[in-house]
């Protein structure tokens, strides 16, 4: 079943003049696929995943997720499909600095209000301890160190079960062993609930071991 | 709905983060319209307190609606009715020499007693004399009044401060003076002085009493008879009557009956909202400089509120992005910082309440001494419930437009724009 399938996808930017970066792209993708994206730097992979994350509205073309168009869509509607349906991991980790990291952790689950709190916390202190920074759970996210807080931010990602899970070079800014522990969970994911995974990633090692690798350059897939 | 509420409490827990946060900023912006509420409710509360005071001894001293005689030219000459068709030219026309009567005055107070919109009336006999004593002479008016009617309409006797009112009717020649009067000439209750009419005569009164109405211009120069005496005082009969004043039950229908009365007896007349034009006109003034002068600083709380607001948006750009990019809506984002300004709103417009409050309340308790507003011991302050309603919803619409524009800017945040790489 796909639970993802683009069509005809062209993207333009303006700045500084009219330029075309992503080219009558056509991408499908299978529930439960563990999938790696690479490129070269500026082939366009961040600017495709923010399409397909739904954050990015400005296309042409067709994006269809779990049998839904989302070309056209109001923005709360965005909003909210982003909230139930798609994870998004960034290269950086962006975690809202005023609130704990398990505050950070929950935060998607609280607006989707599917649980009460006291499960959800559950539930996060479950995925932080997957994650090795469960012992981190109470402090401000700020004092974490750069790879404990894009773990936490993976997290936060999973936090409401996504049907899709996508990450721009999620481990970009982790140790050998927090990726490989990333990669496990990823894995495990896609296996057994799944879940499906869609990673922008420079790390061959990492991409060699995906079950499918989509390789993007000058805006086209090869 | 229950998915309102919960947006709606989570975009307040939000909000109050971000508070915390910049905690300093928000209790100034919040100080900002605390002060300008404070200002409105005490400010407004102290004018219209006194407004009302003065107003409520004036109308006490006046009545709704007078009728009168008015010395008038003629609009027609004598020549102009004995040859109506040509064009006659008259220099130097001086008014006839008319008595200021009210014609069958007397008939119309009985009539006017009927009318069962009336509460009271009086009819009385004024005039212009000269107050001597020694040296010292002063030129006034004595009112002749029925004093049970006159005392109905005035409330004559609160205005004592020496002697009374009872021996007017029946000691002949006896006067109660106003205060002011009574200093200028030196005298005092049961003194003796000497008064001329206009045409010449001379009489001796004794003074029996002296009242102060607050008024300058009546305790300086006025003082009250019996009907009877001023009309020995002028040499007319026993009918005649300068001047018929009434109160109604609803002082609102006085230009009306005003009017009506007019007509009916052929009197001239006035009621009490041509009376006390400037008095009126004075107060809305008033109004109108504490209406904007209270608008100033509320628009100053207001730059206040948007000021934090838009401080705040701009150093959380990439907080509301990530909120964004986790499933906040545009309408969770305004929802936030909406939630910012009305806290302050809410909080500051409350504070701003109890602080007027208190300081009216101080206010009204300081001890003040006067000589117009003479049967005061403090400021009048009015609590008029009204003032602290309209008080409280200019804070909250202030924060809403100020609220408005900040939280719209933070809802159109592009999460793209501010996160990429
Ligand atoms: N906001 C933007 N305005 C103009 N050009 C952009 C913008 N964002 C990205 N680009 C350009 O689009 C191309 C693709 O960028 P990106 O998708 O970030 O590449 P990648 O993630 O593969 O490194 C690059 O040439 C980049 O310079
Ligand atoms: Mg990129």
Redo the contacts between chains.
């Keep these: 079943m796909k639970v993802l399938e683009a069509k005809n996808l062209n993207k333009y930017f303006y700045n500084p003049k009219k330029f075309k970066v992503l080219e009558n792209l056509d991408l499908a993708v299978e529930k439960g696929d563990f999938v790696s994206i690479t490129g070269k730097s500026g082939s366009g992979k961040?600017t495709l995943l923010?399409l397909l994350?739904t954050?990015?509205t400005d296309f042409e073309g067709s994006i269809n997720i779990n049998g839904s168009e989302m070309q056209g869509r109001s923005?709360?509607w965005l909003?909210?499909f982003?909230?139930?349906h798609i994870g998004?991991v960034?290269?950086?980790h962006?975690?809202?600095?005023?609130?704990s990291v398990l505050k950070n952790v929950m935060?998607?689950g609280?607006?989707?209000?599917a649980f009460p709190p006291q499960e959800l916390e559950q539930k996060a202190m479950d995925l932080l301890k997957l994650l090795d920074v469960q012992d981190q759970a109470l402090k401000r996210a700020t004092l974490l160190s750069g790879g404990q807080q894009q773990r936490v931010a993976i997290a936060?990602a999973l936090i409401?079960d996504p049907l899709i899970l996508m990450g721009?070079e999620p481990t970009g800014n982790l140790d050998s062993k927090n990726t490989g522990l990333v990669f496990d969970l990823f894995k495990k994911l896609s296996a057994e609930k799944h879940q499906t995974m869609l990673i922008v990633t420079h790390d061959e090692e990492f991409a060699k071991n995906t079950g499918k690798t989509i390789h993007i350059s000058d805006g086209r897939i090869d | 709905m229950k998915k309102i509420v919960t947006d709606f409490k989570l975009a307040a827990s939000i909000a109050f983060v971000h508070m915390g946060a910049k905690l300093k900023q928000t209790i100034i912006a919040t100080i900002g319209v605390a002060l300008g509420i404070t200002i409105f409710v005490f400010m407004v509360g102290f004018i219209q307190g006194s407004q009302n005071y003065m107003q409520a001894i004036m109308f006490e001293q006046s009545p709704h609606l007078r009728l009168f005689n008015e010395v008038k030219l003629s609009d027609k000459t004598i020549i102009d009715k004995i040859y109506p068709h040509q064009i006659n030219t008259l220099g130097h026309e001086k008014p006839k020499d008319i008595f200021l009567n009210l014609k069958d005055g007397k008939q119309a107070v009985k009539d006017i007693r009927k009318n069962p919109l009336v509460k009271t009336v009086s009819g009385s006999v004024s005039t212009k004399v000269f107050y001597r004593l020694g040296a010292v002479s002063i030129n006034g008016t004595i009112l002749g009044i029925n004093f049970e009617e006159a005392n109905a309409l005035f409330n004559l006797e609160s205005k004592i401060v020496s002697g009374s009112f009872t021996e007017l009717a029946t000691m002949p020649n006896s006067i109660v003076v106003g205060t002011g009067l009574a200093k200028k000439l030196n005298v005092k209750t049961g003194d003796k002085m000497e008064l001329t009419t206009e045409k010449g005569a001379n009489f001796s009164i004794s003074v029996i009493g002296i009242f102060k109405t607050g008024l300058v211009d009546i305790d300086n120069q006025q003082s009250y008879g019996s009907i009877k005496t001023v009309q020995r005082f002028l040499n007319v009969p026993s009918s005649y009557l300068t001047e018929i004043q009434v109160k109604l039950f609803d002082l609102e229908l006085a230009p009306d009956q005003a009017k009506k009365l007019q007509k009916n007896y052929n009197y001239s007349g006035s009621d009490w909202k041509k009376d006390n034009v400037t008095l009126l006109e004075s107060a809305a003034l008033q109004n109108m400089i504490t209406y904007n002068v209270a608008g100033v600083i509320l628009l100053i709380a207001g730059f206040g509120i948007f000021n934090i607001l838009t401080m705040m948006i701009y150093e959380k750009m990439k907080d509301i992005a990530i909120l964004k990019a986790i499933g906040f809506s545009n309408g969770d984002v305004r929802r936030i910082f909406l939630t910012q300004a009305f806290v302050i709103g809410i909080i500051g417009a409350f504070s701003g309440l109890i602080f007027g409050y208190l300081i009216s309340y101080a206010i009204s308790k300081m001890p003040y001494h006067s000589d117009v507003m003479f049967s005061l011991d403090h400021l009048p302050v009015s609590f008029n419930p009204l003032y602290y309603i309209m008080g409280f919803s200019f804070g909250i619409l202030t924060t809403a437009v100020a609220g408005y524009l900040p939280s719209r800017k933070a809802a159109k945040v592009d999460p793209i724009t501010i996160l990429r790489g």
């Design positions: 961040s923010y994350s954050m990015d923005n709360s909003a909210d982003r909230n139930h998004f960034f290269q950086f962006f975690l809202l600095p005023e609130f935060l998607p609280l607006k989707r209000a936060r409401n721009d």
